[in-house]
């Protein structure tokens, strides 16, 4: 179960996996898987897809030993290989290898949290990177009672990985050389408003601070929603911080962009703004294209 949902655009899926904190290697191997599933975004490759191969390049470059640029077609084919493979229903069996590169790749370059004692990396300073890698590597759906009761299931890098060989496979070297490179990228947005309100299914709910008895959005004060990357907080005017693009509040970084674009936004805008009286943002489960608001979540 990922934690961000997808997004049809390319150039807002490779601008979602550029935070500001990126090392340049990350930016390195997001812009070189970009340029190659370029081609073949909408179908069959995905954002799953992006995400796989970027973290893919990002294992094998991150060191500075070379540039994704120098890792070569063969290469990525045999790392997705999915030959004589068991499937089922066109899902592998068995977690694919790449999995464990991936995550000793992030391991050893510094990324995972420490989440307790006086050293715990706090929610808003949690890798992006490690982030991404735990939704695509975890095989636990994060409800433990199902998790007991069935075990481990698929994680999403299994479900993607025989459609990045499919893609892969239809690429040869003297095609990548002709690919154009995908301009994108995202600067931190900070939007001060003096509310977010969430469209869901049946409810129209407004993202509240953290700390339980500030009541700060009820007096109409500005509070700023900062969006970096994938990473959405909620800062409210007593300056209380409250990640929400976990899954706890779930308020996606592409879908507050998507509410800027229908207000006449950019979707990767960056910088500064001021929304009035409230910033309205969907839920995951509607459609890209979905207008938030009030009509939208209630059924009339």
């Known amino acids: 179960m990922t934690r961000f949902p997808p997004t049809s655009s390319l150039k807002l899926a490779v601008g979602l996996l550029l935070p500001s904190t990126a090392p340049s290697s990350w930016v ?5 898987a970009a340029r190659i599933l370029a081609p073949s975004w909408t179908v069959p490759a995905g954002e799953m897809e992006l995400r796989a191969l970027a973290l893919l390049f990002y294992a094998r470059t991150w060191d500075g030993r070379r540039a994704p640029a120098a890792v070569t077609m063969d290469e990525l084919r045999a790392a997705v290989d999915v030959t004589g493979t068991p499937m089922s229903y066109g899902v592998m069996v068995k977690e694919p290898a790449v999995a464990a590169e991936i995550k000793e790749a992030v391991r050893e370059a510094g990324h995972e ?97 953290s700390v339980w008895d500030c009541r700060t959005a009820d007096a109409g004060q500005l509070g700023e929603l900062t969006v970096d990357g994938l990473a959405v907080v909620w800062t409210c005017a007593h300056g209380h911080d409250t990640p929400v693009h976990g899954r706890g509040q779930a308020v996606a970084a592409s879908r507050v962009r998507l509410g800027l674009w ?39």
């Open 28 to 32: 390195s191997a997001v812009r070189e």
């Open 262 to 300: 229908h207000l006449g936004y950019d979707q990767l805008t960056d910088g500064e703004l001021v929304i009035t009286p409230y910033l309205e943002v969907a839920d995951e489960i509607f459609p890209e294209h979905t207008r938030p608001g009030l009509r939208n979540a209630v059924p009339w």
């Open 113 to 209: 949290p420490t989440f307790s004692g006086p050293q715990a990396t706090s929610d808003r300073d949690i890798s992006q990177i490690w982030l991404l890698s735990n939704d695509l590597c975890n095989q636990y759906s994060g409800s433990d009672a199902l998790d007991d009761e069935c075990g481990p299931g698929p994680s999403a890098l299994r479900h993607c990985v025989p459609t990045l060989a499919e893609v892969l496979g239809g690429v040869t070297e003297d095609d990548r050389q002709n690919l154009a490179p995908v301009e994108a990228a995202t600067g931190v947005l900070r939007i001060a408003t003096p509310r977010v309100m969430v469209t869901r299914r049946n409810a129209w709910v407004p993202v509240n601070c």
